[in-house]
């Protein structure tokens, strides 16, 4: 059963789905801030319009270079002094970085829109990092996360920090928005996902993710692993299981109901599999996910939309919808939080200037960390798990560290953090949510008392 409803949502997404490539045009001259012995650098540039470039950038995040569009504001070049937002696109399946621009007049769209929008080409890899590297690398997350992001702020005048860059795309584009967002919330002040499928726990999204990879010739299971055996893997980066991560991003939440309505636009053949495929697959994961949001009160803007299926005449409804509101969060950008909550399988987290290293006998399961601010944290998981925080206590001579009502004096390093260990009780040998695994976490409040001036 799981397997046909895993070939139904994939060929629906195929036959939905438009994938397009630009053509060449001549090389953009434009300042290259990599060197040949870069991990990742630009190869080649290439002008698609007088708006758009097409950069070629070599990368160890995959085998073959990785191709990049990146469609500059109106009056970019008018004002060389000012810098810009930054939008990042993710692409649906079987689509391509040239998607936004041809498929969906992305330079139309964003006449008025003053960011940067770079569209990276994803493949059917669901933007994230793979558990099979059995034919080599595919990193999508490594790549955007962390080499686009540093490239295109090296390369091109940005501002260069979270309040002004953001993150869109559409159906298999919405789940990495999301999974984005949450694994990385100090890197992204607002998240738009249109129609995505943001919710990889529902029964039909568990069976598109397995089989997607077939479509890039891969093995089914390729990118999250046997779900029987790898659940924490699909949790650890599922929009559904990190929602209280999201919490201080401004988010919007896009779907159609599957309903084709031409008086929007709607072609027979958007129809033909896309209202199934935006009704039964990719709906009921948005729904998910806002009554989710709802019960944390983490605030969101959600569009159910009372037409639509999953298409080129959707997703650019929605995108004119959503540009607006990402508009006004980098005209106001707010304030980074003073306390975040955050969960994270990985094995060291970075997040929000907080450095949080797990036990390295510990197999893959959840660490929690709540209400982490310069007065302390709680924390949730198992082994000896060493934390350092952010730069709260510059020019502090000692801070009285408390952890279960033990206290230890710790002296804060040149930038201003302390380093400490917590006792979480033996760390964990079996991965979590595995069938049998038997796992224990172990809590403990920490509270923080800077002492006097150094």
């Known amino acids: 059963m799981r397997a046909g409803i895993g070939a139904l949502a994939a060929a629906l997404l195929l036959a939905s789905g438009l994938a397009v490539s630009g053509p060449a045009g001549t090389a953009r001259a434009e300042a290259d801030p990599t060197t040949a012995s870069s991990p990742v650098r630009?190869?080649?540039?290439?002008?698609?319009?007088?708006?758009?470039?097409?950069?070629?950038?070599?990368?160890?995040?995959?085998?073959?270079?990785?191709?990049?569009?990146?469609?500059?504001?109106?009056?970019?070049?008018?004002?060389?002094?000012?810098?810009?937002?930054?939008?990042?696109?993710?692409?649906?399946?079987?689509?391509?970085?040239?998607?936004f621009r041809d498929s969906y007049d992305g330079e139309a769209l964003t006449t008025g829109f003053g960011s940067i929008v770079v569209s990276p080409r994803g493949d059917v890899g669901f933007w994230s990092d793979w558990f099979s590297q059995a034919t080599g690398p595919h990193d999508y997350e490594t790549f955007v996360i962390d080499q686009l992001v540093p490239l295109i702020d090296a390369t091109f005048r940005t501002e260069?920090?979270?309040?002004?860059?953001?993150?869109?795309?559409?159906?298999?584009?919405?789940?990495?928005?999301m999974a984005y967002a949450a694994r990385h919330p100090d890197l992204f002040a607002a998240a738009a996902s249109l129609s995505g499928g943001v919710d990889s726990n529902l029964p039909a999204s568990v069976a598109a993710i397995t089989a997607m990879p077939a479509l890039q010739g891969q093995p089914p299971g390729s990118i999250f692993g046997d779900r029987l055996t790898q659940e924490v893997r699909w949790r650890g980066s599922n929009p559904a299981d990190l929602v209280g991560n999201l919490r201080g991003v401004d988010l919007q939440l896009?779907?159609?109901?599957?309903?084709?309505?031409?008086?929007?636009?709607?072609?027979?053949?958007?129809?033909?599999?896309?209202?199934?495929?935006?009704?039964?697959?990719?709906?009921p994961t948005s729904v998910s996910l806002h009554q989710l949001l709802l019960d944390r009160g983490i605030a969101h803007r959600w569009v159910d939309l009372p037409w639509g299926c999953h298409g080129v005449t959707l997703f650019q409804h929605e995108i004119r919808q959503a540009l607006p509101q990402i508009a006004a969060v980098f005209a106001r950008p707010g304030p980074a939080p003073t306390q975040f909550d955050h969960r994270s399988i990985d094995p060291v987290i970075d997040v929000w200037g907080w450095t949080i290293e797990a036990d390295a006998d510990r197999e893959l399961e959840f660490l929690d960390l709540t209400g982490a601010g310069r007065g302390g944290l709680s924390m949730a998981g198992s082994g000896a798990t060493t934390v350092t925080t952010a730069s709260y206590f510059a020019g502090i001579a000692t801070v009285s560290v408390t952890v279960e009502g033990v206290t230890t004096q710790v002296q804060p390093d040149p930038a201003g953090r302390i380093t400490f260990e917590v006792d979480?009780?033996?760390a964990n040998r079996t991965q979590a949510h595995q069938v049998?695994?038997?796992?224990?976490v172990h809590t403990a409040d920490v509270h923080f008392t800077a002492g006097p001036a150094s």
């Open 42 to 99: 630009v190869l080649e540039r290439t002008q698609l319009t007088p708006r758009t470039l097409r950069l070629t950038i070599a990368t160890d995040a995959f085998t073959a270079p990785a191709p990049v569009e990146v469609t500059l504001p109106v009056g970019y070049d008018a004002d060389p002094q000012r810098r810009w937002p930054v939008t990042y696109y993710l692409h649906g399946a079987d689509h391509d970085e040239t998607t």
């Open 160 to 177: 260069a920090d979270r309040a002004h860059r953001a993150v869109m795309g559409e159906s298999m584009g919405g789940f990495g928005v």
């Open 254 to 283: 896009f779907t159609g109901n599957g309903l084709y309505d031409p008086t929007h636009g709607e072609t027979l053949a958007e129809a033909s599999a896309g209202c199934v495929l935006e009704g039964v697959v990719i709906r």
């Open 424 to 426: 979480l009780g033996p």
């Open 436 to 440: 049998g695994a038997v796992t224990t």
